[in-house]
């Protein structure tokens, strides 16, 4: 399985724009991009999943470049209800091994 | 739908004490998976099952067994406890099949073991 690369921390204040950078220079012509959120005390929560170029939902956009080495998810306009631990996974849907790897995240804190 | 739910919420054991953590899903989702989760960590992942009666290890599965009798149910049993089995537990299930890799995590069970 890929593995994955993000920085271990950000901070940003509320109402700016946040972009998280994951790095996956193993990943397999199968594997597909997801990001995870988690909030203390949680078990994680899905926000988006992508194979390439770029994916928007009403929570975050991922995008994708051509060589798919990396990620980027990007927050709109965050809130300090943002601040929380988010992981980038790579993993083959297509593939019955279904095996999810997390890494160590990012610590997301947003500041008013 | 009750969606994961994971029982018990926490738990207190000595050195050498056996126990299972249960979870069910009724979402009737081909996939579960077990999680640890150390303090200020990210999760390991222990053990998985891609449908009844088939499991397979992840991570870091030593110390662990796993079972799957029904879709709905995949019991992690700790065989003898020891300190550094002190985590959190987290259960997580999703469908196989389709286009999402998202998988609908339990509350989690806080374990410690003395």
């Known amino acids: 399985l890929a593995k994955t690369t993000q920085p271990i921390s950000m901070d940003s204040y509320e109402g700016q724009e946040v972009n998280i950078t994951c790095s996956h220079n193993?990943?397999?012509?199968?594997?597909?991009i997801t990001w995870y959120q988690q909030f203390p005390s949680q078990g994680p929560r899905f926000i988006i999943q992508g194979y390439k170029t770029k994916v928007t939902n009403e929570v975050a956009s991922l995008f994708i470049p051509a060589d798919r080495k990396s990620s980027t998810l990007s927050l709109p306009r965050v809130s300090l209800s943002d601040t929380a631990v988010y992981y980038c996974l790579v993993g083959g849907l297509s593939s019955n091994t279904g095996k999810l790897i997390f890494g160590q995240g990012t610590t997301l804190q947003v500041k008013p | 739908n009750a969606g994961v739910t994971q029982t018990p919420k926490f738990q207190v054991l000595k050195t050498g004490q056996s126990m299972t953590l249960q979870c069910a899903q009724d979402m009737n989702h081909e996939y579960m998976s077990w999680y640890r989760q150390d303090p200020g960590m990210g999760l390991r992942l222990i053990h998985y099952?891609?449908?009844?009666?088939?499991?397979d290890q992840g991570e870091v599965p030593n110390g662990y067994n796993v079972s799957r009798s029904t879709t709905e149910d995949f019991p992690l049993r700790l065989l003898s406890a020891a300190p550094s089995q002190t985590s959190v537990y987290f259960c997580?299930?999703?469908?196989?099949?389709?286009?999402?890799?998202?998988?609908?995590f339990g509350p989690g069970t806080r374990l410690t073991v003395l």
């Open positions: 099952s891609v449908g009844a009666g088939i499991t």
């Open positions: 997580a299930s999703r469908i196989l099949a389709g286009m999402a890799n998202e998988q609908f």
């Open positions: 193993n990943i397999a012509t199968n594997d597909y």
